[in-house]
């Protein structure tokens, strides 16, 4: 399995590693790396900071999925670490073996689109209050079942604002599929089925209309708990 970038070099010489491509040419604004399918074993986080902003992480559209697999559920342990890293892309990729499939600390307008992200022990997509404008866009979320219980937590859990989950099928999450708490979100036409603890929650704590985060157009069922 290999990777390459448009980013000024030879994309006939690619590399076997994410994390090496990204120490060696600091890709960013404007670049796109392009992951072959395959399965990357991961030895540390990809890191993604400021310097990467605008960057996208492409994998194939069909055929093999390119699976990044961190092999570490232990805390703090993800497969992306994405710190003050702005408007970067991940998609089409196979996200799992971490503690968070993708983390977002200070990182505001992420796209994180037609990605499978699973079997993370704690969230599948995980934001904080300072990751603004995420945009999680037709990807599945799910836990495998381990033999005593599915094995991700959360399928999202964002707490910044403004954030667009759509068109997303969200299954077989130990607690919930979709958790937001920043106020003028939206949750717009996903699939939210089989979660253990309820499937769709929404906590803005905004009172204009403006603020409140918009709930529509959902599929939810066979949800547990409340």
């Known amino acids: 399995s290999w990777i390459t970038a448009n980013v000024g070099e030879d994309i006939t010489a690619p590399m076997a590693s994410l994390s090496a491509l990204i120490g060696v040419y600091h890709p960013g604004a404007g670049d796109t790396i392009h992951v ?22 492409q994998g194939p559209t069909s055929g093999t999925p390119a699976t990044l697999s961190r092999g570490n559920t232990g805390s703090s342990s993800y497969v992306f670490d994405l710190q003050g890293a702005n408007n970067v892309t991940l998609d089409h990729l196979a996200i799992t073996g971490g503690y968070n499939g993708v983390n977002l600390t200070g990182s505001s307008q992420v796209t994180i689109s037609n990605d499978q992200i699973y079997s993370n022990s704690s969230q599948g997509i995980a ?82 209309i403006a603020d409140q985060i918009l709930v529509s157009g959902n599929t939810v069922s066979g949800n547990r708990g409340t």
């Open 36 to 57: 072959a399918g395959g399965n990357y074993n991961l030895l540390k986080n990809i890191v993604l900071d400021a310097s990467a902003s605008g960057l996208v992480i």
């Open 127 to 208: 934001g904080d209050a300072n990751s603004t404008g995420v945009q999680v866009l037709g990807d599945s979320l799910y836990g495998v079942f381990n033999g005593s219980g599915y094995d991700q937590s959360y399928g999202v859990f964002l707490s910044g604002l403004s954030a667009n989950v759509s068109g997303n099928t969200v299954y077989n999450n130990s607690s919930y599929g979709i958790y937001l708490s920043g106020n003028q979100s939206q949750v717009l036409g996903n699939t939210v089925t089989g979660n253990g603890s309820g499937g769709i929650t929404a906590s803005g704590s905004g009172s204009p």
